[in-house]
């Protein structure tokens, strides 16, 4: 709806969407923390409890429809990713693996559900902070496990390598640690959505405005440009899945790499 | 259990080949600005990190 008035409003020629189609207005008076990203966070928050809560309300050994929902996703974050990647003991970090999972899952699908319609994970602040607890997880976990010195000299130095060779292994070994990982993981998740989103854009946009155009030729084409913004919105939902299943999987990976003794 | 780890690892590779040309060109391109010298620094920090992080990935990945 904001879009297609952005782009007719614009006049002639066609106006690609741009960063600016990113920022929302506020739908409740002019406060920054009512924007469309921050309301959908809160829903998802609401949606998420009430559909697991439901769902786990009266567990019974023959599960009905939503408790198979419910637990075929928990089944497969505990099993697929936990139980696979960290091995023994596991079940401790189960719960932050599936919160993670299923808040990015139903964040990035906020991208192709109508009315909604937007990636949260498309700006780059809630990645941000979700890269920050995986960080300071798994930082905390290796910590505790190994003791701070022998947990950090297993990032620096790796056993079994001439000494020289430490001076330019060392750095490489602690940027990936402190600084590639988080920063990786976060832009990853907020590359995909926003590119995913902008892709949209263009191709329902771009029909909207061939639909528009006074030339019978550009009406006709745009069913086109409509039905490749269907395609791609398929397209979308597989990439948000996937997203939301590799921030997770790193995350047990990373968890997994401070649980092991030696590297 | 083994297509997990093995995609895990596909992402580590990645993570230190960046960090690789990251840090090591970061330096050079440090030592350039401070000697005034015409990316010199830069190019040899570049593949000194690729060569280094290509290394690491060879110890950590593919010594067993």
């Known amino acids: 709806m904001h879009i297609t008035g952005h782009l007719v409003a614009s006049g002639p020629g066609f106006v690609p969407p741009s960063t600016s189609d990113f920022n929302l207005p506020s739908i409740v008076g002019h406060s920054a923390y009512t924007t469309k990203p921050v309301v959908a966070v809160f829903f998802s928050i609401i949606l998420i409890s009430v559909f697991f809560i439901l769902a786990s309300r009266k567990a019974a050994v023959v599960p009905g429809k939503l408790q198979f929902a419910g637990e075929s996703i928990y089944g497969f974050v505990r099993k697929d990713l936990a139980q696979e990647i960290i091995g023994s003991g596991f079940l401790a970090y189960v719960p932050f693996l599936f919160t993670l999972f299923v808040f990015v899952l139903v964040n990035n699908l906020f991208g192709i559900i109508p009315f909604i319609q937007f990636p949260t994970m498309s700006h780059v602040s809630f990645p941000y902070v979700l890269a920050i607890f995986t960080f300071v997880i798994f930082h905390a976990i290796g910590i505790k496990k190994q003791g701070v010195v022998k947990y950090l000299k297993g990032i620096a130095f790796l056993p079994g390598v001439p000494k020289f060779a430490y001076i330019l292994l060392t750095p490489i070994e602690i940027a990936t640690y402190f600084l590639i990982r988080p920063v990786t993981l976060s832009l990853r998740l907020f590359a995909n959505m926003f590119a995913g989103h902008l892709l949209l854009l263009v191709f329902i946009g771009g029909g909207d405005y061939m639909l528009h155009d006074t030339h019978l030729f550009m009406k006709i084409l745009s069913p086109f440009s409509f039905g490749f913004g269907i395609v791609m919105t398929f397209f979308e939902f597989m990439v948000q899945c996937l997203q939301a299943y590799i921030i997770t999987l790193l995350s047990a990976l990373f968890i997994a790499g401070a649980l092991v003794d030696e590297h | ?64």
């Open chain 2, 1 to 64: 259990m083994a297509s997990n780890n093995e995609e895990g690892a596909l992402w580590s590779i990645m993570g230190y080949l960046i960090s690789g040309l990251l840090i090591w060109g970061g330096i050079g391109f440090g030592l350039d600005h401070w000697l005034h010298t015409h990316h010199y620094f830069f190019l040899g920090g570049l593949l000194l990190g690729a060569g280094a992080s290509i290394y690491l990935v060879w110890l950590r990945f593919g010594r067993q």
